[in-house]
Every structure is written in structure tokens, then in C-alpha cells.
């Protein structure tokens, strides 16, 4: 049943990235492709886990592929709200 559980989320992460990567296709806006990434080490991360071992997802192989595709999602909201190009406020 993890196997199963684990080949969702695969499923999900990968249909996720496809979807950024079509909107980051007809934007060309770094935010979609960062997410689009972020998205496809998740799916890395969770097949891997099902390839290994499920019960040990708690490796800290695993976290660090979790926090990298994390760390990219904040990295693409901090740049999008920064290159806004609105003055700042007084």
C-alpha cells in the first residue's frame, strides 16, 4: 500500500511540474520554471523513497532533496516579488 501511496505522489509531483512548465512555456517567467523544478525533485525525492525503502524516508538523503525543492520554491517567490518593479512605499 506505501508503494501505491508513493507512486501517487510521483504521479502528482510530475503532473504538477507539467503544469508549471506549460505555464512558464507561454510566460517565459522564472517563478513558473523554479516551481516546475521544485515540483520534479519532489517527484525524485518520493521515487526514490519507493525504490529504497518507504519505511526510511526519514534519511536525511531525503530531507535534503525535500529541503532543496522547498528551498526553490521560496527562492521563486522571493524573486518574483522582488523584480516587481514597483518603487517602494514611503
Known sequence: MNEFLTGIAVCGS??????FL???????DRFFLAFAAA???LALNWAL???WQPTGETRPFFYLL???AFGLIIL?????N?????PPRA
Not at 506549460?22 to 517565459?28: A, I, N, P, S, V
Not at 522582488?82 to 514597483?86: D, E, V, Y
Open 22 to 28: 506549460r505555464f512558464w512555456r507561454e510566460t517565459k
Open 82 to 86: 522582488r523584480s516587481t518593479g514597483h
Open 14 to 19: 510530475c503532473g504538477a511540474a507539467a503544469f
Open 49 to 51: 523513497v519507493a525504490i
Open 76 to 80: 521563486a517567490i522571493w524573486d518574483k
Open 39 to 41: 515540483f520534479l525533485v
Open 66 to 68: 525535500r529541503l532543496g
